[in-house]
């Protein structure tokens, strides 16, 4: 079978969480709400997946070996390739960032764990909406 | 479509594509007959064209379809150049069961190749190079290329299982997260003391929408001092409220089932137990005729398991808070006794500082203090001689010394008593005068604490407009003129306007209510 190109693009999301099972999780709900899913295990895994293809939305966990969500977060900001790829962050309960750390990093949202699947592709849907409406007003 | 046929169309896809990496295409057969695949592009796969598109093959393979399904790896030639491989797999729940066509060598020499193109108008030139540069197997490798069939088709299928059990097991942690998530929630609004009624709604909002019910019902058997209503409800379209209690009692003594029934579908209901009895039940329903599975009963159970826990909690802390307010009672009931003029004095203290703070606006817990504050701030008068509270005439100065100790003696009475910690400046300081010449420390302006600022106004004004030994009641408008003229003298100048802008019809029907009593009882003394 032949891919037709006139097909849309499926849209794309990240999953990077260095418990596999988190990754599971939400790859399954994502996936079976139609949505492209790449995994990545941990932040610098997940910079060599933005490079590689295209990413409507990351999704991760702050907490991780290597480079953390924040990193990760900076990283994606500072890259003119990535500019307005909304970031949408997993946090242990309590956790909080100080405004400080938060500015210039592309986070719309954090999400506490343990998080609810349902809530979980909710936020994204909305992420997805206002990023798309933001990007068509620009 | 149902899940099964949904799972064997991706069986089939999934088998299909590795039979064609032998140059054969898959056809499933069912029950009835033969599935053929439809062709998505003729010279991608010219094979899938000719095979599925010409219709002497279809016919012919209806025609021995017995014979090639009557054993795994059956070879059988249809037509000169058309092979057909017959692969049977009992598969555990459902089997697989199909033809393996494909064109051989033979396909291009023995003549049947112009045939078959016209008949699935198919471009004879353009096929015939295709043909040649495939390479067809010849007759003689359909043995090896059947065994081949079998275990691509078997691989497949293997693959489909673990796929599917991988998803399997996804869900079920996605379920199991859903879960812990609403358990989470829960489990924050369980805090003792809390309001009960909003912690059922949220509990019920939360459920609803983690496990997809279109209502949610709680019943509480014995509601008390807990919750407002025996029935909280979320959600709508649920079944009326004697309705949902014969469905409690149809469930019995069960602590999670589903119950069918013909106008609601589906209902689940668990009960509610605390300290080792049944206190409630939780109902939930309107799943728009979707079965109930075991994870959504599941839920259910630890949902209702978590509001046992918090409404046993609430129903615990009402009783001691009732026995709270009742010894406070109790004790007031005793200075009442003493003096029959000041009888009901304390609660209508009580009422009226209760309202006076809640319409300066201070928070909840500060006006529930103000109503106990009230309550008990006269305790002090237990240790005032009757003679000296019950004395028509004027007082000498040491009765009226022992008078002005009735504030020290009540904080002293109280002041041991952990709970009631936060009354005591009420109790202390209700005599104090904004101007700083009241007693027992002569504080003055914002020296005094709030409370007691409150509770002196509540207490003069009852005071002028109750009848006492030494005088009668007062008419309204004197006693408000008075207080008016003592703002900034006696009282804090920003809570009397306050004051007298207060509704006080509730308190003139406590006031009747006491006068009544207390002259049936004077009656009945002379």
């Known amino acids: 079978m032949m891919e037709d190109p006139t097909l849309q693009r499926k849209t794309t999301i990240l999953v990077v969480d260095d418990e596999d099972h988190i990754v599971r999780v939400v790859a399954f709900k994502l996936r079976a709400a139609g949505f492209e899913v790449i995994e990545a295990f941990d932040g610098e895994e997940a910079w060599t997946r933005l490079r590689d293809t295209e990413i409507d939305l990351v999704l991760t966990d702050q907490q991780m070996p290597v480079l953390d969500g924040i990193g990760l977060a900076r990283r994606i900001a500072a890259d003119d390739r990535f500019a307005g790829v909304p970031v949408v962050m997993l946090t242990a309960r309590g956790f909080r960032l100080d405004p400080e750390e938060f500015a210039g990093t592309g986070i719309v949202e954090m999400l506490d764990k343990p998080f609810s699947p349902r809530v979980l592709l909710e936020r994204v849907r909305a992420n997805l909406d206002r990023g798309s409406s933001r990007r068509e007003a620009a | ?526």
Not at chain 2, 15 to 38: K, L, Q, T
Not at chain 2, 163 to 174: C, G, I
Not at chain 2, 286 to 296: D, K, P, Q
Not at chain 2, 352 to 361: M, T
């Open chain 2, 1 to 526: 479509m149902t899940p099964a046929v949904m799972r064997s169309a991706a069986a089939d896809l999934l088998v299909g594509g590795e039979i064609a990496g032998v140059g054969a295409v898959w056809v499933p057969v069912e029950a009835d007959g033969p599935r053929w695949p439809v062709i998505d592009d003729p010279i991608a796969s010219w094979r899938q064209a000719l095979i599925a598109g010409a219709a002497p093959i279809r016919a012919a393979l209806d025609r021995r379809l017995d014979e090639i399904m009557a054993g795994t790896g059956t070879i059988v030639e249809i037509m000169p150049g058309i092979a057909a491989i017959g692969s049977v797999i009992p598969d555990r729940e459902q089997a697989s069961n199909g033809v393996a066509v494909l064109p051989t060598a033979e396909l291009v020499g023995e003549g049947s190749l112009a045939m078959l193109c016209s008949a699935a108008r198919l471009d004879e030139t353009l096929i015939r190079s295709l043909a040649a540069e495939a390479m067809l197997p010849p007759r003689a490798a359909l043995p090896a290329l059947s065994v081949l069939v079998r275990r691509l088709h078997r691989a497949a299928l293997e693959r489909m299982r673990e796929r599917e059990s991988q998803q399997s097991v996804d869900r079920r942690l996605a379920e199991s997260y859903e879960e812990l998530h609403l358990l989470n929630s829960l489990i924050d609004g369980l805090v003792v003391g809390g309001d009960a009624d909003e912690f059922l709604r949220s509990a019920c909002a939360e459920l609803a929408a983690t496990a997809g019910y279109g209502w949610i019902a709680v019943l509480v058997d014995e509601p008390g001092d807990v919750v407002s209503d025996e029935l909280v409800l979320h959600g709508e379209g649920a079944p009326s409220r004697s309705r949902l209690r014969t469905l409690a009692e149809q469930a019995g003594d069960a602590s999670v089932t589903a119950i069918d029934t013909e106008e609601e579908g589906e209902i689940g209901i668990a009960s509610i137990r605390g300290g080792g009895r049944p206190i409630g039940v939780l109902l939930a329903g309107g799943r728009g005729g979707e079965a109930m599975s075991s994870v959504e009963l599941t839920l259910l159970a630890s949902a209702a398991g978590h509001l046992g826990v918090f409404l046993r909690n609430a129903m615990l802390y009402a009783d001691l808070d009732a026995m709270f307010l009742g010894t406070l009672q109790a004790m007031v009931a005793a200075i009442d006794a003493k003096d029959p003029y000041t009888r009901g004095h304390s609660q209508r203290v009580a009422e009226l500082s209760r309202d006076l703070a809640a319409a300066i606006g201070l928070p909840d817990s500060f006006v529930r203090t103000a109503h106990l504050s009230g309550l008990v701030h006269d305790i002090g008068k237990i240790g005032v001689p009757e003679a000296v509270l019950r004395k028509a005439g004027r007082l000498d100065d040491d009765e009226f010394a022992l008078i002005r100790q009735h504030p020290q003696t009540g904080y002293r009475i109280l002041k041991d008593i952990p709970q009631i910690r936060d009354l005591l400046p009420g109790v202390l300081c209700h005599h104090e005068a904004w101007d700083g010449s009241g007693y027992p420390a002569g504080l003055e302006s914002r020296e005094i604490p709030l409370l007691a600022r409150i509770v002196a106004i509540c207490d003069s004004f009852d005071a002028m407009s109750s009848n006492r030994t030494y005088r009668n009641a007062r008419p309204r408008d004197e006693v408000f003129a008075e207080i008016r003229r003592c703002a900034g003298v006696k009282y804090d100048p920003d809570i009397v306007p306050v004051f007298l802008g207060m509704n006080f019809e509730a308190y003139d029907r406590l006031l009747e209510r006491d006068a009544r009593d207390q002259s049936t009882e004077l009656g009945e003394a002379a």
